[in-house]
């Protein structure tokens, strides 16, 4: 079946310009997630949707970051008036909830968007 | 609060020989233990997961890990390295209310002919 999918796959912006990436999650999956991996760093925790639950926020760097997901499908990750130390992947990840299906518990990765910020 | 430490940035095995890449965590309740690896230009892909039971798990790849609660550890091993294992391998731990895994700094594995 179909895994997690990002667009673009590489993004390539000037400093100060918005950007839009994308994550379609595997479908049924209810919990969606965003990281952000620096270039040979680990992964860091940025938002996280739970169906119709409030978004954990905890993990966004700065008011320029924000992220919306709509029902239980696409999620879409803004940054706005980009710097340069934004310039990372980032990944998105889809599960199912872990307190409904512990035993079937695993977040799926996408490939990742690479941003390049000039 | 929970963390997750890989003492290992990088190690460099022989292929062929043994590998174990070191965890250990803090979290005050029964952890749930994963690890992950990435393998260059690819995403993060779920090797072994621990929740409860056997301390031993076995993974795809050929990988294992044994949850040793006594020394907060959840170490990952291999028999024998391919080639093909080099890669990233990222240990985390669960924090089931909020389904928030915490996620190690990763080791670097390098695989010599």
């Known amino acids: 079946g179909a895994g997690v999918s990002q667009s673009p796959s590489n993004k390539v912006t000037e400093k100060g310009k918005d950007v839009e990436l994308r994550c379609d999650p595997i479908?049924?999956?209810?919990?969606l997630y965003w990281y952000r991996q620096r270039l040979g760093q680990g992964l860091e925790f940025l938002i996280y949707?739970?169906?119709?639950?409030?978004?954990?926020k905890s993990g966004l760097p700065s008011d320029r970051f924000s992220a919306e997901r709509t029902g239980e499908s696409v999620s879409t990750l803004t940054i706005q008036r980009t710097q340069q130390e934004d310039s990372a992947v980032y990944l998105c990840?889809?599960?199912?909830?872990?307190?409904?299906?512990?035993?079937?518990?695993?977040?799926?990765f996408g490939p990742g968007t690479r941003l390049t910020v000039t | 609060a929970q963390s997750v430490t890989q003492p290992d940035i990088h190690i460099t095995v022989s292929e062929g020989a043994s590998l174990e890449l070191r965890c250990n965590y803090s979290?005050?309740?029964?952890?749930?233990l994963f690890w992950y690896v990435q393998s260059p230009g690819q995403g993060l892909q779920l090797l072994l997961k621990?929740?409860?039971?056997?301390?031993l798990v076995q993974g795809i790849k050929g990988f294992e890990a044994e949850f040793k609660r006594s020394q907060s550890s959840f170490n990952l091993r291999k028999p024998s390295v391919h080639w093909s294992d080099a890669a990233e391998y990222f240990c985390?731990?669960?924090?089931?209310?909020?389904?928030?895994?915490?996620f190690g700094g990763g080791t670097r594995v390098l695989v010599k002919p």
């Open positions: 990840a889809s599960s199912l909830d872990f307190s409904r299906e512990p035993l079937h518990y695993e977040q799926y």
């Open positions: 479908s049924g999956h209810t919990a």
């Open positions: 949707f739970q169906g119709n639950s409030a978004p954990d």
């Open positions: 979290y005050g309740a029964t952890p749930y």
């Open positions: 621990y929740f409860s039971g056997d301390t």
């Open positions: 985390a731990v669960l924090k089931a209310a909020g389904n928030k895994l915490t």
